[in-house]
């Protein structure tokens, strides 16, 4: 199945059927990519009365307790209640729609022990990125590559972390949709401040209204898997989401180039 975006000449379509996986696969077996010292996502038979739960071991059919953190467990999208007393299921801000975005690789730099995600190299990142764009694209979602792949489960190495003021050039932009393969915007330990995420969400510093915030149909994407062959350049940007209440929820965001 296909899609096309504008007309005539300026047509753009997109296969589909051809997505780029950016998520992570969530298994159970401890091996998944994790953050912030979570224990591992888990996955049980549910057993009750004579009921295994699990056809190996003699039930009808296989049924499973899921327990997981999305904030840590795998490629997930969050929304501003992550950061205010009053609840919004991130799950009904996420677009129903695939929306423009941008593709941008970005080497952090090295300051101290941290890794930052800079707005020089990020301004100049977006700048190779838009040259490849069609005229007039103005995308709503930025996909970050960093190549940094460190989690928590990496002691020796703080993961990186996009600097407060990238983040209000991203915002500049007008990109509502952030999605990183970074396990946080912020840095990991950060005294609570949560910067860069008050920046994207509109949120004023120490705010826990959500009624405060200026962004809140804006969402981040953490932990995603954003393949070398997806290139730098313009795509659009889709998210397959569960109807689970919460500030958080697993994600599988799909990307589409478009077609030459």
């Not at 739960?53 to 840590?72: F, K, Q, W």
């Amino acid at each position: 199945m296909k899609a096309s975006l504008g007309s005539g000449a300026g047509e753009l379509r997109v296969d589909l059927a051809q997505p780029v996986e950016l998520a992570r696969p969530l298994e159970f077996d401890g091996s998944s990519a994790r953050h912030f010292d979570a224990p591992a996502a888990q996955a049980h038979p549910y057993a009750i009365g004579a009921f295994s739960g699990e056809v190996a071991t003699g039930a009808s059919c296989n049924c499973r307790t899921i327990t997981l953190t999305p904030h840590c467990n795998g490629t997930h999208t969050e929304c501003v209640a992550h950061l205010t007393v009053e609840p919004l299921d991130a799950w009904r801000v996420v677009p129903r729609t695939p929306v423009s975005a941008l593709v941008a690789t970005v080497a952090p730099e090295r300051v101290g022990e941290d890794r930052i995600v800079t707005r020089e190299r990020l301004v100049a990142a977006w700048q190779g990125a838009v040259a490849a764009s069609p005229p007039g694209e103005t995308p709503q979602a930025l996909i970050l590559r960093t190549l940094a792949h460190a989690t928590d489960d990496d002691a020796s190495a703080l993961p990186p972390y996009v600097a407060a003021d990238a983040t209000a050039w991203i915002v500049g932009q007008g990109v509502a949709h952030l999605v990183l393969d970074l396990p946080s915007l912020d840095r990991t330990h950060d005294g609570g401040r949560l910067a860069a995420h008050r920046v994207f969400f509109g949120l004023p510093p120490g705010s826990r209204r959500l009624d405060e915030a200026t962004r809140p149909h804006a969402t981040i994407t953490e932990l995603a898997h954003i393949p070398d062959g997806l290139a730098d350049g313009p795509c659009l940007l889709a998210w397959q989401v569960p109807a689970i209440a919460g500030d958080a929820v697993p994600s599988r965001p799909l990307a589409y180039r478009y077609e030459s």
